[in-house]
């Protein structure tokens, strides 16, 4: 693998991680950022989601996908901006504004190994 792969593949794991903790605790991952809890489904569906675009990161980077992995850096980085402006907005918990960062420090690390390249 690549070092812009590498990201990419680990990435996905975090994708998992999140997905799954929406489809199964969704409540918790919710109450910790301080948005309202839910007992529908809507939150589950977007973990189903988000564990689908996991499996996508995932694949592409373990198979060395070098078309995909570039596409990765903007919308991460729009990931991060829309958060940051629910945040702001007081749409949402600033801890939603964290998620995101996570996201453009995915972002970032793919960009550099790709400008390393």
Do not use: C
């Amino acid at each position: 693998m690549t070092p812009a792969a590498k990201s990419v593949y680990y990435f996905g794991f975090y994708l998992y991680l999140l997905g799954f903790t929406l489809i199964f605790i969704p409540n918790f991952l919710l109450k910790t950022m301080g948005l309202p809890e839910t007992n529908e489904v809507w939150i589950r569906v977007v973990g189903l989601l988000v564990l689908l675009i996991g499996f996508y990161y995932h694949q592409a980077g373990a198979k060395n996908i070098s078309a995909f992995i570039p596409l990765t850096i903007p919308t991460r980085m729009i990931v991060f901006v829309t958060f940051l402006a629910f945040a702001l907005l007081q749409l949402a918990s600033p801890m939603l504004a964290g998620f995101g960062a996570i996201d453009l420090a995915g972002a970032i690390w793919t960009f550099m190994a790709l400008k390393k390249k």
